[in-house]
């Protein structure tokens, strides 16, 4: 079954320590994998998607096939990355169509001052 | 319009109705999505709609449920008969292609009482 995990359903740090995320998927196929942020009072949006290889706002996700696992990190939390985090996957098919995305529940991100 | 749009933004509803929730997606995404997110909970896939393909309906939770699309723009999706789970958040999405991630819109809070 297409499964993804998200541990925590909140992480709290002070600003200035490293961040880590956890993301597990279970998926048969080559996944493709992105991680979505909800600010408060804001809708959903794409932090990241695995292929670019891409850091946003000092955010960096590698995929780890070995693990299952798709971890979002930062070194160095800032008061502004306080939000809800969802790990997400596509199970695409090799057609290149867009398909449906399988998120997990989420984290809530808290930085304190 | 630059975003993704829904209408309406909140919407109380008695047990028994009927409603009706509206999505305009970004004009040239050829991809649309619905989900719902309950109170605490993660997004959980309803319908795609793709091109003129046929839809995956596989998320859609009953025979209440249902969702229509003209072409490449405008989707609703209604639910018949409200239950009181019924109760979420209704998020839309749209996507240009595989690999670029989901514009969510800001959803409709539906509560039925």
């Known amino acids: 079954a297409q499964r993804v995990t998200q541990p925590e359903k909140l992480l709290s740090v002070f600003k200035g320590a490293p961040v880590e995320l956890k993301c597990n998927y279970s998926?048969?196929?080559?996944?493709?994998l992105f991680w979505y942020v909800q600010y408060s009072r804001q809708r959903l949006q794409l932090l990241l998607r695995?292929?670019s290889r891409e850091s946003i706002k000092g955010f960096t996700a590698d995929l780890n096939k070995g693990e299952t696992s798709f971890h979002l990190k930062k070194p160095f939390a800032q008061e502004e990355d306080s939000a809800m985090y969802y790990c997400?996957?596509?199970?695409?098919?090799?057609?290149?169509?867009?398909?449906?995305?399988?998120f997990g529940t989420g984290t809530l991100l808290a930085v304190q001052p | 319009g630059a975003g993704v749009s829904q209408s309406p933004s909140n919407k109380v509803t008695e047990k028994g109705k009927d409603v009706e929730l509206r999505c305009d997606p970004i004009?040239?995404?050829?991809?649309l999505y619905w989900y719902r997110q309950r109170l605490g909970q993660g997004l959980e896939f309803l319908i795609y709609?793709?091109?003129?393909?046929?839809?995956?309906k596989s998320g859609l939770p009953s025979d209440r449920f249902s969702a229509e699309r003209t072409g490449e723009s405008v989707s609703t999706l209604t639910i018949q008969r409200t239950q009181q789970e019924d109760s979420a958040v209704y998020l839309c999405?749209?996507?240009?292609?595989?690999?670029?991630?989901?514009?969510f819109g800001s959803g409709t809070r539906l509560t039925v009482v």
């Open positions: 999405a749209s996507s240009f292609r595989v690999g670029y991630g989901y514009t």
């Open positions: 998926y048969s196929g080559s996944p493709e």
């Open positions: 695995h292929i």
């Open positions: 997400a996957l596509s199970p695409s098919s090799h057609g290149g169509a867009t398909n449906k995305l399988i």
């Open positions: 004009s040239g995404h050829t991809a």
């Open positions: 709609f793709q091109g003129n393909s046929a839809p995956d």
